[in-house]
């Protein structure tokens, strides 16, 4: 892979180094590597990725762009501690996007993609009857990645629901564990799995609304107990 990159134009190697910098440094924000309102310092990052610190500002000023960072009072950026309005803000958000792309689905779904769905609800009660947290934490999680393939033919709607996704998945990350809200997830995906098998484009609009909004009271839950 070195020797293939580094056989490219450089600036075809310039823009690789920064699409590769932008990448690690939003799946680290994701996956909660840094803190709320931890700096995120640029020499630093740099340091850990291999690369200069033009391409890591680069990263930071089009993250802060995407609304996944914010700037500080004084220099800098950092990962933002959203409010319970704010949260609440962000699942509405996702819930409308996600309930507009199930209807989208539903224009197109076949039995096969019907079929590995249930596969996956099926995976996810056998999990619940043996109790193990995380195959159904992993099972809820593969619904919406399967989900979300069914969407890849549009794109930029496809693009912007998993970032969406992602970025929704640092305030589920302690959901996910706890075995009463994987139990809810997987009645939502019931309910969505019903809806298709039914082709009703509404009731899918409704019913993933709904679920969305389900995961967002229990991610908000968990940011008040946080803060008590």
Known sequence: MEKVLL???PAQRRLSVRENTYQ????????????PGERLAEEQIAAELGVSRTPVREALHRLEQDGFI???????????????????????????LEGHALRLICRRITDEQIGLLQ??????????????VDDLSRANLA??????????????????IVNMRQ???????????NFGVGERCVDGHRMILLALKLRDEELC?????????????DALRLSLEKLQ
Not at 78 to 95: G, K, M, T, V, Y
Not at 205 to 217: A, L, W
């Open 24 to 35: 690690k440094l939003k799946e680290a924000i994701f996956s909660n590597r840094f803190i």
């Open 143 to 160: 619904f919406h990645d399967a989900l979300m393939e069914m969407i890849a033919y549009k794109c930029h709607f496809y693009n912007f």
């Open 70 to 96: 914010e700037p500080l009072e004084k220099r800098g950026f950092c990962i933002p501690d959203n409010s319970p309005e704010e949260i609440r803000d962000i699942f509405a958000l996702r819930a409308a």
């Open 119 to 132: 596969e996956i609800v099926n995976k996810a009660e056998i999990a619940i009857l043996q109790k193990k």
């Open 205 to 217: 609009e409704k019913v993933m609304k709904r679920h969305i909004q389900t995961s967002g009271e």
């Open 167 to 177: 970025y929704v998945l640092r305030y589920r990350k302690g959901t996910l564990p």
């Open 7 to 9: 056989n490219k134009p």
